[in-house]
């Protein structure tokens, strides 16, 4: 009997840990033309058109005027990024049909990107992504549910995954 209750306490703290998670929507900008670049410790993205901008920071909060915000979600990266050089933003996330990879121009290169659901079924593999602008990937005809995007240089071999939510 003690067993059972054990068991039973587990299975039911585990479901309810499981379905707790929270996915936030991340604010990004949709602009016709800009860019981002990363010197140093320091990160700056401009849009073409966009009004001055001030941030003011104080007692743990940061105002931003304009309408490009800070990604107040942060980057999903699943494991250490290999290629944190390459200023790597992925949008929208979570997505209903189409996902934006941005990369800097300055590496004069290309990624090689592959996608799993979490079976580890690949959902694309292969595909070479060599837009730094910004290189499209169509997650329209994925099921719902959470995708790993593995990408990875082909010249250095560094790789990083991002986790990747289609509604």
Known sequence: MNRFLSLSTLIFLF??????????????????????????NRYMAWTVGETFVKTLHGAGLAFTQGFQQPDACGKSFVSTSDLSDWGMSLFPNPTEGFVT??????????????????????????????????????????????????????ASQASVTFRVVRL
């Open 101 to 154: 990879l941005r990369f800097s121009p300055e590496k004069n290169g290309h990624l090689i990107c592959s996608v799993y659901d979490l079976l580890g079924r690949p959902m694309l593999e292969n595909r070479m992504l060599a837009t730094p602008e910004g290189s499209v990937i169509d997650a329209s005809a994925w099921p719902p549910g959470v995708f790993f995007l593995l990408l990875k240089d082909p």
């Open 15 to 40: 479901s309810f840990s499981s379905s707790a998670q929270q996915f936030d929507i991340c604010m990004d900008v949709v602009s016709s033309s800009g860019g981002q670049g990363v010197q140093g």
